[in-house]
């Protein structure tokens, strides 16, 4: 597998995805993993088993042990420049600590995609090719059946190692750059992603609604695509440790970056309708992003300042902190090809608003979907769960099973089963 | 010598419009119009009129044809605003010696499970209706959904009927079969009547189902099946939406040419004739009582009232509507009452039903709503809404203690302005006495700020006697 993170060093969705499906894989058995990724963080925390030298790249090999699993998995990281990065405060702290190395700091959001801007240029494209090239070698040293490359930048090296080897290719799209670029699409990254799905013998679709973007916007014939939903892994964390929320005021949780993608000018407008209608109530928007300067002054000048509240990025715990407090989460997302965050929140018993134009939404019964650009019915839902009891007694009930239902395990089986198909067409 | 029974149910909901949280307190109108309009237009063309013109052929052609109906009051009201020509096709039946109308609940409501006030209104209400608009008098009760239990058909009873339609559930009847006539077990005056749902099923659900296996259904087969039925058992009730005619079976499905064919078939080829509900339950007698202690629909695979009532949304919108109950009995505004009966529908808990993975096909009829989540927060919008109306009615009905606070309050307030009010004439009359002085005064200019000083003084006054 060609991935972009994976744990201990994960920014976000992408890393947690191909972690859950890797550990599921392992759950259902007879499949072995190796892993590989651009070397994210220069820290030296885990045993480093052996070192492949192959011409000007190195590559490092771990043996990542899972405890769980009783097993080991190979575990390689290659040495790149590419650094990979979720929120403009890590950029800078990063940036303020080593100003003279050579990295190449590439913003990525939760999902692990790259927000593309044009000063990354041609290096990029350089890292990308690299990484292919280093794939190729392992391709070439290593014994394996099935290529499976995570996102667009491990489309290369999939490719690569594809040509090397001759073994089926599958590459899994957590999401493309039309989701990434709200239609402000990106000709070179374009290229890339269409370049891995025509190579591709099979492409996995985390929703329908991907799949349908991979068919229309990059050409691709219906047969070969295949949607397999994500999961999420059972909340480990107990809710009871956190102080439930002092102030008597409901509260209402926006969790994510603050970037167009997210749509988090539909809550604003969307809190604006329920504040005239309500008193007792607060807005959270929790994270951070390019446009939430934007988001504070809408907010100044709605004069609704003074319920509504910005937290800046969490980390860790604080997320579950904040899920904790909340009566109500909502994700007004334009363009979500999967989104796991609704999950978690349905975890912590917290009822979701979200978007039509998300994955998540394919999957979740039990939960309020309006149109992002519809703020009444936004608006209107969040009254509703704030004033009616039984809908959060229904959601809690019953939404906290259907998570519970989504388990890594049944989408591996699904990932599995593409494996053998692929297998015995060979 | 034995009997089939033909019962057809006819009602359409006054389905609400979208109605926003911002709307509670600002706007009184609930429904739908364009909505509710479309749907009965389509359902009329496609399914009632063609429905009744068959009917009125068949009366005339055969003269051992007889069926039974029944309107809820909502929709006669919806026939009167959208399609008269529909009443005054139903008008014709009515007057015909061989058709029969039974009583129900005015709204389609639920009422029987929980206010026996409330349910005898809306009986009394529809029998006014059938009697105002068709001149008849029901003696014959189906109850909303044909929901039944013992306690139901005791208070049927009471009301004078002689007997009652509900379905032949399975769990119910146990070995039992449903072509008999039964009793109440409280009051066995009432007579109870079962639907056969195999038979009536067969028709209302499977006919143009290409998947089953008796597919085609023709009118020679359905004959076929009631003659063999065991020569003991006596009724046989065919129950069933009269929309199955035209709209859930459209006419492609060749459904009126099987209904036009079907009493000839029955007359022709069997020992079955035809009974209205009445007849059958004056002219039977019953073989046993029914234990029924938990109510009964003809709902879904469950036969019960899990598609309206059971979820927290359904209760809770259900406990919310009838707590109002009491208060709306003192109320005489139409508009309140009209809503009232409205808002009672069955079909807004129908559509908060969570069930919808099993029978979603069912559910989704004619369903304006996303989800049942969707259908919840509308329906607790507009209640919340009638909730501030009911209780303002209330309150002005009923002197109640808020408006004798309310009144006191003003009485006091009044009183403070009228102090004000005393206080500013003597303001006025020292700013008159003053102004003689400026006059003395204008060349010092010290009376100009005098005067401004006054006048906002007394501003200040006023505003804080409004304000308080």
Same mark, same amino acid.
């Given at each position: ?17 191909? @972690? ?64 990979? @990065? ?44 690299? =990484? ?54 990106? %000709?070179?990254? =374009? ?29 691709? %014939? ?43 000018? @539909? ?15 607060? $807005? ?28 800046? $990025? ?27 965050? %609704? ?45 009616? %009891? ?28 593409? @494996? ?7 | ?94 007057? !015909? ?10 709204? !389609? ?44 058909? *005791? ?207 069912? !559910? ?29 009615? !209330? *309150? ?73």
């Amino acid at each position: 597998m060609f991935g972009w993170e994976f744990p201990p060093h994960i920014s976000g969705g992408l890393g947690t995805a191909s @972690y859950g499906l890797t550990k599921g894989l392992y759950a259902v058995g007879g499949v072995e993993i190796l892993f590989v990724v651009p070397r994210a963080h220069g820290d030296e925390d885990q045993t480093m088993v052996r070192v492949l030298g192959a011409s000007e790249v190195s590559v490092k090999r771990h043996f990542h042990h899972f405890e769980e699993m009783k097993r080991s998995m190979d575990y390689i990281r290659v040495d790149s420049k590419i650094v990979p @990065y979720t929120d403009p405060d890590e950029f800078w702290s990063l940036k303020k600590k080593e100003v003279s190395s050579d990295r190449w700091y590439v913003q990525t959001d939760e999902e692990g995609r790259l927000s593309f801007s044009g000063k990354y240029g041609d290096d990029l494209m350089d890292e990308i090719a690299r =990484y292919a090239l280093v794939a190729s070698v392992i391709a070439a040293e290593n014994d394996f059946d099935i290529i499976h490359a995570h996102d667009w930048l491990a489309y290369p090296a999939g490719i690569a190692a594809k040509e090397v080897s001759g073994k089926p290719l599958v590459i899994h799209v957590h999401a493309t750059d039309f989701d990434r670029s709200r239609g402000n699409v990106n %000709p070179d990254v =374009y290229a890339i992603e269409k370049r891995g799905m025509d190579t591709a013998d099979r492409i996995i679709a985390v929703s329908n609604l991907t799949r349908r973007t991979i068919i229309e916007k990059y050409h691709i %014939p219906p047969e070969k695509v295949v949607t397999v939903y994500n999961a999420v892994e059972p909340l480990a964390i107990n809710r009871d440790r956190f102080a439930k929320k002092s102030i008597p005021d409901k509260i209402v949780t926006f969790l994510g970056r603050i970037t167009m993608q997210k749509g988090p000018e @539909y809550f604003v407008e969307a809190a604006v309708r329920v504040l005239r209608k309500m008193d007792r109530v607060r $807005f959270v928007m929790a994270g951070s992003g390019d446009m939430m300067q934007k988001m504070i002054s809408l907010v100044a000048r709605e004069k609704i300042a003074d319920h509504f509240h910005f937290t800046g $990025f969490l980390k860790g715990e604080d997320v579950y902190r904040m899920l904790s407090m909340s009566d109500v989460y909502v994700m007004p997302s334009v363009s979500e090809p999967f989104g796991i965050s %609704p999950l978690e929140a349905l975890q912590s018993d917290v009822p979701v608003i979200i978007s039509h134009q998300s994955g998540v939404a394919e999957v979740l019964t039990h939960a309020l979907k309006v149109n992002y650009w519809d703020i009444d019915a936004m608006a209107d839902a969040i009254y509703g769960v704030l004033n009616y %009891p039984a809908l959060t007694k229904m959601f809690r009930k019953y939404g906290k099973e259907e998570v519970n239902q989504l388990k890594w395990e049944n989408s591996a089986r699904q990932v599995k089963q593409i @494996y053998e198909s692929l297998l015995q067409g060979a | 010598m034995r009997r089939i029974s033909l019962y057809f149910q006819i009602h359409q909901p006054f389905r609400l419009r979208r109605y926003r949280f911002f709307d509670i307190g600002n706007d009184h109108y609930y429904y739908d119009d364009y909505l509710n309009e479309s749907i009965l237009r389509k359902v009329a063309e496609k399914s009632y009129l063609r429905a009744n013109e068959v009917m009125l052929r068949l009366l005339e052609r055969y003269e051992g044809f007889k069926v039974a109906f029944s309107v809820t009051g909502i929709a006669l009201e919806q026939f009167e605003l959208y399609a008269p020509e529909v009443l005054e096709s139903f008008r014709r039946l009515a007057a !015909h010696p061989r058709v029969e109308f039974l009583a129900e609940t005015y709204a !389609h409501s639920l009422a029987s499970l929980v206010n026996r006030d409330e349910f005898v209104r809306q009986v009394e209400q529809h029998k006014k209706a059938l009697k105002d608009h068709f001149g008849v008098t029901p003696g014959v009760f189906r109850n909303t959904e044909l929901i039944y239990s013992d306690e139901i058909g *005791a208070m049927v009873a009471d009301m004078g009927f002689e007997g009652i339609l509900t379905e032949g559930a399975k769990h119910v009847l146990g070995w039992k079969s449903p072509n008999y006539l039964y009793c109440n077990a409280i009051n066995p005056r009432l007579k109870v009547l079962l639907k056969n749902f195999k038979m009536s099923d067969d028709i209302a659900f499977r006919f143009s189902d290409q998947n089953w296996e008796e597919w085609p259904l023709t009118a020679e087969k359905f004959a076929g099946w009631l003659r063999d039925i065991p020569p003991e058992e006596e009724i046989v009730g065919l129950f069933m939406d009269y929309e199955t005619f035209g709209e859930h079976q459209w006419e492609e499905t060749g459904i009126f040419d099987f209904l036009e064919a079907l009493p000839g078939a029955v007359l022709d080829t069997t020992d079955f004739v035809f009974s209205t509900p009445l007849e059958a339950v004056r002219e039977l007698q019953p073989v046993s009582e029914i234990s029924v202690p938990y109510p009964i629909s003809w709902a879904d695979e469950e036969r019960d009232l899990t598609a309206w009532l059971g979820n927290e949304l359904q209760d809770e919108a259900f406990q919310k509507l009838y707590a109002l109950e009491g208060k709306i009995r003192k109320i005489k505004d139409p508009a309140i009452r009209k809503d009232w009966n409205y808002l009672q529908a069955s079909d807004h808990f129908y559509y908060m039903c969570t069930k919808f993975f099993s029978d979603g096909a069912v !559910h989704s009829y004619f369903n304006p709503y996303d989800s049942p989540y969707d259908a919840f927060i509308n329906f607790m919008n507009v209640l919340s809404d009638f909730e501030i109306r009911v209780n303002a009615a !209330h *309150a002005v009905k009923e002197g109640s203690p808020e408006v004798a606070r309310l009144n006191k309050l003003l009485k006091e307030k009044e009183k403070e302005l009228k102090a004000y009010e005393e206080e500013l004439k003597k303001y006025r009359g020292e700013r008159a006495s003053r102004k003689t002085v400026r006059k003395r005064t204008t060349k010092k200019s010290a009376g100009g700020k005098t005067s401004r000083s006054t006048s906002g003084k007394s501003n200040r006054k006023r505003s804080s006697s409004s304000g308080a």
